[in-house]
C-alpha cells in the first residue's frame, strides 16, 4: 500500500458513495468506518469517514458537508482492455444521474469526474505513423463514450460505419 491516497470530500452521501463504488470495481473492500460522536461538528452517529480499497488504491471519504464540490481538475482514470469493460464502467458510472462528457470523461451521480479509457487508445494513438495517430485522435475527440472499433476504423483510414 502506498503513503498517498486521494481524500474524496462527499457532502452527506458518502455511504452510497462507497458502497456503489466498492461494488463497481474488482478486488475492491471497505476497510474502516468512524462515525461522528459528541464532539461533532455533525449529528452523533453519523459517518464520518470511510477508508476503501478500489483494486489495490487506498482511497478516503469524508462526510464533510456542502462546503466542498468535486471539480474536473480532478479525476479518476479508468483503465480498459475490451469495449465490454469500457461500456460497463462507462453505463453504470453515468446511471441515476451521472453526466456524459467529451473524450472518455463523465461525472457519476455524486459529482465525481472519471475517465474511462481503453488501453487501445495509447496503442493507436502512440503509432509512429503520425497520420495513423491523428485520425485516432480526431475520431477520439467527436466521442464521449470511447468506442474502439470507431477509433480502429480510423487508424485504418476506413469510413465510420
Same mark, same amino acid.
Given at each position: 500500500?502506498?503513503?498517498?491516497?486521494?481524500?474524496?470530500?462527499?457532502?452527506?452521501?458518502?455511504?452510497?458513495?462507497?458502497?456503489?463504488?466498492?461494488?463497481?470495481?474488482?478486488?475492491?473492500?471497505?476497510?474502516?468506518?468512524?462515525?461522528?460522536?459528541?464532539?461533532? %461538528?455533525? *449529528?452523533? !452517529? @453519523?459517518? /464520518?469517514?470511510?477508508?476503501?480499497?478500489?483494486?489495490?488504491?487506498?482511497? +478516503?471519504?469524508?462526510?464533510?458537508?456542502?462546503?466542498?464540490?468535486?471539480?474536473?481538475?480532478?479525476?479518476?482514470?479508468?483503465?480498459?482492455?475490451?469495449?465490454?469493460?469500457?461500456?460497463?464502467?462507462?453505463?453504470?458510472?453515468?446511471?441515476?444521474?451521472?453526466?456524459?462528457?467529451?473524450?472518455?470523461?463523465?461525472?457519476?451521480?455524486?459529482?465525481?469526474?472519471?475517465?474511462?479509457? %481503453?488501453? *487501445?487508445? !495509447? @496503442?493507436? /494513438?502512440?503509432?509512429?505513423?503520425?497520420?495513423?495517430?491523428?485520425?485516432? +485522435?480526431?475520431?477520439?475527440?467527436?466521442?464521449?463514450?470511447?468506442?474502439?472499433?470507431?477509433?480502429?476504423?480510423?487508424?485504418?483510414?476506413?469510413?465510420?460505419?
Amino acid at each position: 500500500m502506498s503513503n498517498i491516497a486521494p481524500c474524496l470530500w462527499f457532502d452527506d452521501r458518502i455511504e452510497e458513495a462507497v458502497n456503489f463504488y466498492v461494488s463497481l470495481f474488482p478486488n475492491a473492500k471497505i476497510l474502516s468506518r468512524s462515525t461522528y460522536d459528541d464532539a461533532g %461538528p455533525m *449529528e452523533k !452517529g @453519523k459517518v /464520518m469517514v470511510m477508508t476503501f480499497e478500489l483494486d489495490g488504491v487506498e482511497f +478516503m471519504a469524508l462526510n464533510g458537508g456542502p462546503r466542498f464540490k468535486f471539480t474536473e481538475a480532478v479525476s479518476f482514470l479508468v483503465k480498459c482492455e475490451t469495449q465490454e469493460d469500457v461500456d460497463r464502467y462507462w453505463n453504470a458510472l453515468i446511471a441515476d444521474g451521472g453526466a456524459e462528457s467529451m473524450c472518455g470523461w463523465l461525472k457519476d451521480r455524486f459529482g465525481l469526474s472519471w475517465q474511462i479509457i %481503453p488501453n *487501445e487508445l !495509447g @496503442k493507436l /494513438m502512440g503509432d509512429k505513423d503520425k497520420e495513423k495517430a491523428n485520425r485516432v +485522435m480526431q475520431a477520439m475527440l467527436k466521442m464521449q463514450k470511447i468506442d474502439i472499433a470507431e477509433l480502429q476504423r480510423a487508424y485504418d483510414g476506413k469510413a465510420a460505419a
